[in-house]
Every structure is written in C-alpha cells, then in structure tokens.
C-alpha cells in the first residue's frame, strides 16, 4: 500500500525548535515525533512508511507570505509536497494565488486560530474567489484546537457558509471534518459536498463515529493525514482499517484520492 499524508507541519532548521517548544506547551500529553525539521519529518515517513507528505505552513502575519513561499520552492520534491499559505490581512490575493500557482505549489493552508479570522469572514472572500477560479486547493483546519479552547472560528457550520458562497472551491475539512465537533460536522455538513483529512483523529474521534462519518462523505472524500509531529502514521493507518474495512477503499482513502485532488503520483519508496 502506498500512502500519502495530506497533513503535516516542518519549518525550516532556524525556526523548528521554537516552533515546536511554543506549540508544545499547549498539547500537553501529545508530544512531538519530530524536531520539526524537514529531515526530520523524513526520518518519521520512512519509519511509518509513508511514501508522500504535504507539509503545511501557516503564515500568522501578513508578511509571511513570501518567505512561506520561497521555503516551500526551496524543499519541494518527489516525496515532499509544500503548501502555500496566504494571511487574511494580506492584499493582491489573485496575485499571490497566481504566484502560488506559478510556482509549482500545489495547495493553501488556513488556520482560522493562528490566523485571527473566523473561517466564514467575508474577508476571506476575495482569497476563496481567487482559489476557486485558480483550482488550488485549500486545506483548513476545522474544529476547535487545543490551544484555543472552545472558539469556535473553524466550526463545522461555517464550511457549509463557505461552500454555499464558492461551490466550486476544493478544500479539505482536517480532523474528520472537525477535531472535537464531529457530530456537528455531521449535522451541519449535511448534504454538502466536502472533502475531510484523518489528521489528528487517531485515538481522539470514536472509531464508531468515524464509520458514520464514512458512511456520510464516502471513501472517496476522505484523504489520509496525520498531523505529525502531533501524529504518527502507524497509529492513523490502523484508524483507518479500523473504521474502513474494505481495501479498495482504504486505498482511495491512504493515496488515491489526494493523487487526484493534488495532481501527483505517489512514488514507490
């Protein structure tokens, strides 16, 4: 089986290890795989044997977007896949997104915490437009986040706000559609056309939960992620085989579906 993670997080060598201390001090007993480098991630691919990884960045200031950018040129590969990441207070977002384009890149990350901007704000709207007519992909965090406690600015409910408004964006849901909201991202999801990650859903989201998300959005809407270093990959494969049974479509789930959604093949490792 080859496999794909659609959802990881490295940063380059000088940032990595504030990066993880400051995130770390709000995960408590979810402790980092990695040091937060790229070799580093690499290391864990090949222990889990993961053939493909997404790293995505998430640009907490405006000015991020270049650097971001330029990182994500300088370590894209056959087996690692950079996303882009365009801060709301940012200006020219059909321009960036062409730039994104451009590059190689093949996706956005948003995180509307760590970006201070409820995921349904109209001002987000202009960088949905852009991507929609783009066909760049977008991955969001939805749900609550650990550090955020009960904010609710990536709820479930303001996804079917977003898709209502750009029924053509591709976007994926990370954490089964949303990490500690799964029954509202089955109620308010309802009928909607969405994709969903696995990331940080292992031990967390009920396996008996997640056969009813299945049964919701179909294999084929779902992609395999882990959000390592706050996930591995062995632990999220088992999750899968626990709430998919049948092995097409767990292949749909671990490779096939981000090959599509992405535009890649998963090379063999």
């Known amino acids: ?19 993880i201390a400051g995130i770390e001090k709000f995960t408590g007993d979810i402790k980092p795989l990695t040091n937060g480098t790229v070799k580093d ?7 889990g044997g993961v053939n493909v990884s997404v790293i995505a960045s998430i640009a907490t200031k405006p000015a991020q977007f270049e650097p971001i950018l330029r990182w994500s040129e300088e370590i894209m590969s056959e087996r690692i896949v950079p996303f882009a990441s365009i801060h709301p207070a940012c200006d020219r977002f059909e321009e960036k997104v062409a730039n994104v384009v451009r590059s190689g890149i093949r996706g956005l990350k948003i995180h509307p915490f760590y970006q201070g901007l409820a995921a349904d704000d109209p001002k987000w709207f202009p960088l949905y437009d852009a991507a929609q007519s783009a066909s760049l992909p977008i991955l969001f965090h939805a749900g609550f986040d650990v550090a955020f ?28 559609g949303g990490w500690l909201a799964y029954e509202d991202f089955l109620a308010d999801m309802r009928g909607e056309d969405v994709m ?49 049974p049948d092995e097409k479509s767990r292949e749909l789930i671990f490779h096939h579906n981000a090959e599509r959604l992405l535009g890649v093949t998963v090379p063999e490792i």
């Open 149 to 176: 406690g009960k904010q609710d600015l990536a709820h479930p409910y303001r996804f079917r706000i977003i898709r209502k408004n750009f029924p053509k964006l591709k976007f994926v849901m990370a954490h089964m």
């Open 41 to 47: 991630l690499a290391r864990v691919m090949d222990e």
């Open 1 to 19: 089986m080859k496999y794909l993670d659609i959802h990881t997080h490295a940063f380059p060598d000088e940032l990595a290890p504030r990066a």
């Open 196 to 244: 969903i990650d696995t990331s940080c859903s292992a031990g967390i989201c009920p396996v008996e939960t997640a056969k009813k998300i299945l049964s919701r959005v179909g294999a084929e809407n779902i992609l395999f992620g882990t959000d390592c270093p706050w996930g591995g990959a062995r632990k999220h494969i088992r999750f899968v085989e626990d709430f998919c």
